[in-house]
Nanobody, 122 residues
């Protein structure tokens, strides 16, 4: 019943900006942390940014200083603001979250969105 839906991807020129959104819907008790991953053609999926329930952020070295992860708790939405985009940022971006369906720790699960394409032209 829990669903993650990404949006905001598209085609942008190098140096431009995009903001990705991930809306979490369904029946759940809490969102423990949120992450953004990406997968470029011919490459493995990699962690881009993470935001814990304690509001601690972490970024991959390749995006530090350019990307910012944030969330709106009232809207159950996580964002990825991407500035100074480079052609090597081209990938499918995925939202990921660890979610508890109830107050019991045993109900924690790992959920993924369907992905949104980001293409950066030179």
């Amino acid at each position: 019943q829990v669903q993650l839906v990404e949006s905001g991807g598209g085609l942008v020129q190098a140096g431009g900006s995009l903001r990705l959104s991930c809306i979490i819907s369904g029946s759940f008790f809490s969102i423990d942390d949120m992450r953004w991953y990406r997968q470029a053609p011919g490459k493995q999926r990699e962690l881009v940014a993470a935001l814990t329930s304690a509001s601690i952020t972490d970024y991959s070295d390749s995006v530090k200083g350019r990307f910012t992860i944030s969330r709106d708790n009232a809207k159950n939405t996580v964002y990825l603001q991407m500035n100074s985009l480079k052609p090597e940022d081209t990938a499918v971006y995925y939202c990921n979250a660890k979610i508890r369906r109830s107050s019991s720790w045993s109900t924690m699960g790992d959920y993924w969105g369907q992905g949104t394409q980001v293409t950066v032209s030179s």
